[in-house]
């Protein structure tokens, strides 16, 4: 249901341009003025454009009354526009869209259930072609068909072309692999825990990064993980079982409520905290913005691409920025008062300085010499704004630049003989690109402890 519901709105957001025009024209809303605009368009999607209306009751009854006059005012828009498919209808509002249409589709590998040689080899027997390895973002930006490549910078990472559509792919629907934005795969990755670890996921749900993070621990270890909402937890556990998800321990709370003394956090020595923003660099915000509705924060819903918490307008008001950035700057001291931290990263789906580089700033001049900025990934492309002294360890990333969803990421380490380490894979990730050599995942490690599961 939950991925039903997602196809649903993607394409009702896809559409939403053209369904706002056939509104306008029908008179829908001014003769149904108890009829929500965003459900309006819903409707007249289901009717027009989808497999026909599933719902019952009144609303049915309502899309059928107006049916005659929508379908004729969608017959008077193609001819207007000189198109005979509804597909058609979308090309202008594609063209003025160009870097929401170019972020390819990302497919991270779930090493929990299966391995990169056995889904490229899955992927291959459904007809795609498998490219290699990516040797720059050029050659990501240059997929089409039925291509897909090795990413060039995260492990276990294919990319396929922009609008590719595998949400009843049986991978997908099996956990084999999620699908989730390269941006979105940086803070579990450059967490880089070691098998074992204590960890905590701050702002949980819905839940792609947490199951990233037990992928990279195999299930060994102990993830606590925070979100205040029970829906968004019942969703996350939901992912998290698909998964095959065993090492999380799911909570119900505020995460800044949350006692740092406890003996339960003890171990603790990581910390993701991907906090509430204004979501300003996702690019699906603005279909969301066009749907009229206030899509949910961190760029990781079922699929990965639809953010957490409510975002409340296009471009934020400096007062609504200073509100996110006191709150940010709050949890992110807060999360520092794990007595057994040692590394902590620090992320966000948005594109404003007051979110990120000044409140990485702000908190690290409050913790004094206790904790420092580490120059993490040092060939990834784009950098932090130069805000400050060392803003430039922080990453960055756009569409423009990096074909990923606009994000920020910055790593926290303890001063100190008890410093974290990255773990070996990210450490041999960094020694290859350095090198300029591919790392070629379906291969590494050599030696495996025990089969994956393999997708038949």
């Given amino acids: 249901h939950v ?29 149904e003025r108890k009829l929500p605009p965003q459900l309006a368009k819903v409707l007249v999607y ?27 005012e969608l017959a008077r828009l193609k001819v207007q526009q000189k198109v005979s498919c509804n597909e058609e209808l979308l090309a202008p509002v594609q063209a003025a869209s160009p870097e929401a ?34 040797a720059s973002v050029e050659e990501l930006r240059a997929l089409s068909g039925k291509k897909f490549l ?17 949400h009843d792919n049986v991978l997908y629907t099996s956990g084999h692999v999620i699908l989730q934005d390269k941006a979105s795969c940086l803070p579990a990755f450059l967490l880089s825990p070691a098998a074992g670890s204590h960890i905590i996921d701050a702002c949980a749900a819905p839940g792609n990064k947490t199951s990233h993070l037990a992928a990279i621990l195999k299930n060994k270890g102990q993830i606590f993980a925070f979100d205040v909402d029970t829906k968004r937890l019942v969703t996350m556990n939901t992912l998290l079982m698909r998964a095959g998800v065993t090492s999380v321990q799911l909570a119900q709370q505020d995460f800044l409520t949350v006692d740092p003394g406890d003996p339960k956090y003890s171990k603790v020595t990581c910390i993701l905290l991907d906090p509430s923003c204004s979501g300003s660099g996702n690019t699906q915000g603005a279909w969301s913005r066009a749907l009229g509705t206030r899509s949910p924060g961190d ?57 990120n580089e000044d409140v990485v700033h702000a908190v690290l001049q409050e913790q004094g010499l206790a904790f420092r900025l580490v120059n993490a990934f040092p060939s990834w492309p784009c950098r932090g704004l ?8 922080c990453l960055r990333a756009s569409p423009a630049a990096t074909l ?12 100190g003989e008890r ?20 790392t070629e995942l379906g291969t590494a490690p050599k030696k495996r402890k025990r089969k994956k599961q393999r997708v038949k």
């Fill in 150 to 166: 090795l990413d060039l910078h995260l492990p276990e990472l294919l990319v396929f072309p922009p609008q590719t559509d595998l």
């Fill in 386 to 393: 130069a805000a400050f002294p060392g803003a430039e360890c």
């Fill in 404 to 415: 990923t969803h606009g994000f920020f990421v910055a790593i926290l380490e303890r001063c």
């Fill in 46 to 72: 289901d009717l027009l454009f989808g497999k026909g209306l599933k719902c019952g009751g009144r609303w049915k009854a309502l899309a059928r009354r107006h049916r005659a006059r929508l379908e004729a």
């Fill in 101 to 134: 249409s170019q972020v390819p589709r990302y497919v991270r590998v779930n090493t929990l259930k299966s391995c990169v040689d056995d889904v490229i080899d899955f992927f291959k027997r459904q007809g795609y072609s498998y490219m290699g390895k990516a």
């Fill in 299 to 355: 760029g990781c819903s079922p699929t990965g691409m639809v953010n957490r918490l409510p975002r409340e307008e296009a471009a934020p008001s400096a007062e609504r920025l200073q509100a996110l950035a006191g709150f940010q700057r709050k949890v992110l001291s807060h999360a520092l008062s794990f007595p057994a931290l040692q590394r902590l990263v620090y992320s966000t789906c948005s594109l404003h300085r007051e979110e």
């Fill in 419 to 438: 410093a974290a380490a990255p773990s070996s894979l990210l450490v041999a990730v960094e020694e290859n690109l350095q090198h300029g050599e591919g």
């Fill in 3 to 31: 991925r039903q519901l997602y196809a649903l709105v993607s394409e009702t957001l896809r559409y939403s341009p053209v369904l706002e025009k056939l509104l306008a024209a029908a008179a829908l809303l001014q003769a």
